[in-house]
């Protein structure tokens, strides 16, 4: 079971990234995906999940109305467009896979048992 998380890169405030999560078929299939992050010091918070079937979506309230995320099941990837970036959005993002069966898409690091190595984002204002 990996995870492969990309797309990480410096880019200037206002600009934008597209993130790419590749998993193993059998869990990017039927598993909810999150998006989480931590800036340095910080606790590691969530930014986005989608459930399996994609239809349910849900966004961190700092990231609503910037960052889309989705899924391309037969490409067993989940991505998370950022745009409009700021300094603040500066950190290591990581995917997450829950246990396949579980298809809440859920907020909760706690609930997920799969990560991915993270992927820099860095902001400069």
């Known amino acids: 079971v990996q995870l492969q998380a990309s797309g990480g890169g410096a880019v200037q405030a206002g600009g934008s990234l597209r993130l790419s999560c590749a998993a193993s078929?059998?869990?990017?299939?039927?598993?909810?995906v999150g998006w989480f992050r931590q800036a340095p010091g910080k606790e590691r918070m969530f930014v986005a999940t989608?459930?399996?079937?994609?239809?349910?979506?849900f966004y961190g309230d700092s990231v609503k109305g910037r960052f889309t995320i989705s899924r391309d099941n037969a490409a067993n990837t989940v991505y998370l467009q950022m745009n409009s970036l700021k300094p603040e959005d500066t950190a290591v993002y990581y995917c997450?896979?829950?246990?396949?069966?579980?298809?809440?898409?859920?907020?909760?690091?706690?609930?997920?048992?799969?990560w991915g190595q993270g992927t820099l984002v860095t902001v400069s204002s």
């Open positions: 997450a896979a829950r246990f396949p069966g579980n298809v809440v898409a859920s907020r909760e690091i706690s609930d997920y048992s799969y």
């Open positions: 078929g059998r869990i990017m299939s039927s598993s909810p």
């Open positions: 989608i459930s399996g079937n994609g239809y349910f979506i």
